[in-house]
């Protein structure tokens, strides 16, 4: 399909492929667009019919969309611009450079732009941010009829009509009732008598995170957002709950790798971008990792007499890392899915406690056997005369290590969101390098008190 | 209100605790009901409205479906069962032990009985396993009109009513028609003429990531299954999708952790579980870290000579290490998004390698003023008459790790996938402990050539 599409565009057979276009998705026209040349795309979007044009420009990136604004002429672009949905059109200003986004404030009438201005305004991560203000609103005493007749009027330029949104004459929301509710009612009935008044709702300042937890509890289609004043705004729909959903597991994991979060996709971000969102951590924990050094810096002369010891370093360090991860991972997890809370701290911190020395446990056993029929008969890898003691040194700094790991794991991050820290920057690197510092110390004081230095 | 609906609870004031309950919300209920015991469970679960009991019924967890299950008699349980729509029944019967499940089964009718089994069958990640069979289906020689008698008579037994899927006599989907479609077309139109054949669909057997895929790229409501002979056999709803979404990123993150995916949420995970989940990775871990030992132990003779070197061993592998997962999450993040794909893996070569060299660069000229500055200057804690080179072989071998670990980092993951490996399972630990091994070994090698042993 791809490829007949790139031939009839080469063979300039625009009518056939109009044709074909017009029965594709949106998303599919704008990943083949992908492929063409600055020249090429502008021909082919010029092809498409107005609304399915509009439709693509939405699923386009934002290097696909500026190249496209700068072609069109004021008209096309207002074109464009008028059938696109509010929160699609303040997306497409937000990521274009001031001169593009002014160019297109241009073309939309007073009262659009002063709205845009106001959508813009909201914080990045808020409800307000992701909202879109084309909503079907309907009034206690109008009947199912009634309401049918607006759907109908309305329906083409509403982001969905399946949820409408009942108000009074200050917009303060009243209530919400389905498409399902009103196809399942006489067509007399009042509104206000089969409208829901237990409504759910979000403020346009409340964290999108938290908009998208509500969708993923009450298996919602749309969301009505309110002001301070409980007026109704706006609605986020089920579509873009999803997009918030996956951009903020990206930024986790991102957070949980030491990365800063990046908007775009891998190969679209350039090499300094990708430079500038890893070096900050890494020069960060490189630093920290002094500290470690330090630590063995001090022991260095003991080390020098027990050069055995060294060996088993990256092991410990290994090992005590991983067993952290695997908890701060797994809390910051249940933070952001809302598992656990600050509360929970002392039933978090005695599972892991728990779990740690299980762990703990399994794993010095495993490595006193390793040591034992591995490094000392078979290899031969200790110091003369200190065997025992330092297999045992090793064990027992392994237990503690990996109990201290899980109990360091498990509560940076609930501390860090107590203190209003991001939990997902508590995870892998900054705990692995905290516990590197914490497992050396441990096998050094061990270590001592074992061999008596 | 929690609060509130204990206290009357505790006074058995059953009539207004009912009151209370049937305007609320199924999945507070069940968030409510968490906190009772289990003879005060089963007593407000038969307080609630038939309906309202059932949709509160779904969102409760396992333990305390069961729990219900036992306490119900058998009218009671058909009575639930009835109501549930399929793929959550199917959910229900899965996290149940055999004889509840068996129980459960025989309260069905056979056809009934039939289609659970057929969809029990499904492997787990499919799309058949997260689909429901209830759906309205239309014919293409339907009116509109009679299309909204159709809806309005199975409307409260379908999942959604809001796509509709017109299938011929062989269950063949043939195009689908949305509510807004009939909304918006005259009563007499024939179904035929106002559908869309474009129809995106998925197979039972497809991945159900993928499915999620669709939802993702289409911004669908819901998305029609077939079976191998394209006869439509179910849906999915974009609520079901969301679910997926969600505990596909929370498997990813844990794979990244080194952990064993589970499916419950971390306070009802048991410390046994929990251990359970854990341990295989640490153990794995722990003996290939033996590896980065033995490179150690090699060089054992040389190191007690140069004592200042073994200083900064946590250091480097600490920032191999980091450097790698950065770029191994970074890919894994994009493989599971379809941002890149195998035939990239060259872009994605080239572009860590830059990105290596840059970040590498300029962690060593920082690295190398901290060496200069404070261990040299300020601390004197290299070894005497060797500080410049020993300088060097610290800040050489960084900046070679960091490029080695970028392009290990971002290849693994890549090459996993290809030979049909998770790719998760190439993060952090496993690529940390691969690089401490190779870190230690550039920068033994890069010392022995400096200094000449």
Do not use: H
């Not at 693509?56 to 069109?72: G, K, N, R």
């Not at 307000?128 to 009034?139: C, P």
């Amino acid at each position: 399909m791809e490829k007949q599409i790139l031939e009839l565009m080469e063979d300039k057979k625009y009518g056939r492929l109009r044709e074909i276009l017009s029965e594709m998705n949106p998303a599919d026209i704008a990943e083949i667009f992908n492929e063409f040349s600055e020249s090429e795309l502008t021909v082919a979007f010029r092809i498409l019919p107005k609304e399915l044009a509009a439709e693509t420009f939405v699923e386009m990136d934002s290097d696909m969309q500026q190249t496209l604004i700068t072609a069109f002429s004021d008209k096309e672009l207002k074109e464009v611009m008028d059938r696109l949905f509010m929160d699609d059109t303040v997306d497409v200003i937000d990521e274009m450079p001031a001169s593009v986004a002014k160019r297109i404030l241009n073309q939309t009438d007073k009262k659009t732009r002063a709205l845009i201005n106001q959508l813009l305004a909201y914080p990045e991560d808020s409800a307000g941010s992701i909202m879109t203000t084309e909503y079907i609103d309907l009034k206690i005493n109008m009947t199912v009829e009634d309401a049918f007749d607006k759907i109908r009027k309305k329906g083409l330029d509403s982001e969905t009509i399946y949820t409408c949104y009942v108000i009074d004459a200050g917009r303060r929301l009243l209530g919400i009732v389905t498409v399902k509710d009103l196809l399942l009612s006489p067509k007399t009935n009042l509104i206000g008598d089969i409208m829901d008044t237990n409504v759910i709702y979000a403020n346009t300042y409340d964290d999108r995170e938290e908009v998208v937890g509500l969708f993923d509890k009450y298996d919602f289609l749309a969301l009505p957002i309110v002001d301070k004043e409980s007026r109704l705004v706006g609605i986020v729909t089920v579509d873009d709950a999803i997009d918030v959903l996956k951009e903020e597991a990206s930024e986790d994991i991102e957070k949980m790798a030491a990365i800063l979060p990046s908007e775009r996709s891998y190969l679209k971000t350039g090499v300094f971008e990708t430079f500038k969102s890893r070096i900050p951590w890494l020069l960060f924990l490189m630093i920290s990792a002094t500290i470690t050094g330090g630590i063995i810096s001090s022991y260095e002369n003991k080390l020098t007499m027990l050069p055995a010891l060294i060996s088993y370093i990256p092991m410990l360090m290994g090992t005590s890392g991983n067993s952290g991860s695997q908890s701060s991972v797994t809390v910051i997890r249940a933070l952001s899915l809302g598992d656990i809370e600050f509360k929970d701290i002392f039933k978090v911190v005695w599972k892991e406690l728990c779990v740690g020395i299980v762990c703990g446990a399994v794993l010095c056993l495993v490595n006193l056997l390793k040591l034992y029929f591995v490094d000392y008969k078979l290899l031969n890898n200790f110091d003369s005369g200190r065997e025992i003691t330092e297999m045992f040194a090793v064990c027992i700094t392994l237990f503690f290590t990996v109990i201290v790991a899980k109990l360091v794991g498990s509560i940076l991050p609930i501390v860090a969101k107590k203190i209003k820290l991001d939990p997902a920057v508590m995870a892998s690197p900054l705990v692995t390098t905290v516990l590197d510092a914490v497992s050396l110390f441990i096998y050094f004081v061990v270590a001592g008190v074992l061999i008596g230095y």
